[in-house]
């Protein structure tokens, strides 16, 4: 139901008492010492992801180590439950869903190990299958560098290529895992002055049309007041011509 690869049943002693597929593999060394810190500590544990080369094979997993523990509270676990991951069918599919509308737009996997950063999926740009390429965990610059010293959140820097990114790094809780999603800063950068002219047009446009509206404004302003000058005027001359006569008939009118 949730797409785990294998299933097995270990005993205290991580023997293998029942598993899903005849085919399953036991635990290797890396996954007998997990399965003895999870059984000391009585806790479920996540297994970091590494390489499996018995068989002839490279399989490439991860695997919950689950204690079983016996009737009654306290008692000591008298087994685990180990659940084997394939990261290609649950875990990649996840960090390769699409970061924006950039073409260069990456997310990483990488751990610490040794002073090296290891990139625990395949490089996009590169075509390098997970574990293949290795980088110092002092490179000032590389963003997966940056967080494995510390540094978290927003980034600008370089990435495996030594291309110029821009992008987000951050360690996974419960883990040795970092995740760093970054994109070229070219394209971003390039698609920000876009939209940067994008708006200096609409601003432009804006600015016009309030300079048109303000003209238009003034000039019924002007109208207006050219209105009320010119009917004043008249009324002025209504009265003073009114006047005029009654001066010049009064004699008249007496």
């Not at 810190?37 to 479920?44: K, L, N, Q, R, V």
């Not at 999926?121 to 590169?126: A, F, G, S």
């Not at 997970?130 to 510390?150: F, I, K, M, Y």
């Amino acid at each position: 139901a949730y797409r785990y690869k294998d299933l097995l049943v270990l005993d205290a002693d991580g023997v293998v008492r029942s598993r899903t597929s005849p085919d399953a593999l036991s635990p290797g060394v890396y996954g007998r010492e997990r399965l003895g810190e999870a059984m000391a500590s009585g806790e479920t544990l996540l297994t970091d992801l590494h390489y499996d080369t018995r068989g002839g094979g490279k399989i490439f997993y991860c695997a919950l180590v689950a204690p079983i523990r016996g009737p009654g509270a306290g008692t000591t676990p008298i087994g685990a439950v180990l659940l084997r991951i394939d990261p290609a069918a649950t875990l990649f599919p996840i960090l390769d869903a699409p970061l924006g509308p950039w073409d260069s737009a990456e997310t990483l996997l990488a751990r610490e190990e040794n002073g090296n950063l290891v990139y625990l999926k395949e490089l996009r740009h590169l075509g390098a299958p997970p574990v293949t390429v290795r980088r110092s965990v002092n490179e000032p610059t590389l963003l997966a560098a940056l967080a494995a010293r510390g540094h978290e959140g927003v980034l600008a820097g370089t990435d495996y290529r030594g291309v110029a990114v821009v992008g987000a790094a951050r360690r996974v809780p419960g883990t040795p895992w970092i995740v760093v999603g970054k994109v070229d800063s070219k394209e971003l950068y390039l698609l920000l002055l876009r939209e940067a002219r994008i708006a200096s047009l609409v601003l432009t446009l804006f600015v016009l049309g309030a300079a048109v509206a303000a003209a238009l404004w003034r000039r019924a302003i002007a109208a207006r007041a050219s209105a009320t000058y010119y009917r004043l005027r008249v009324e002025r001359e209504a009265l003073r011509q009114h006047y005029a006569n009654q001066v010049e008939y009064a004699n008249d009118s007496i």
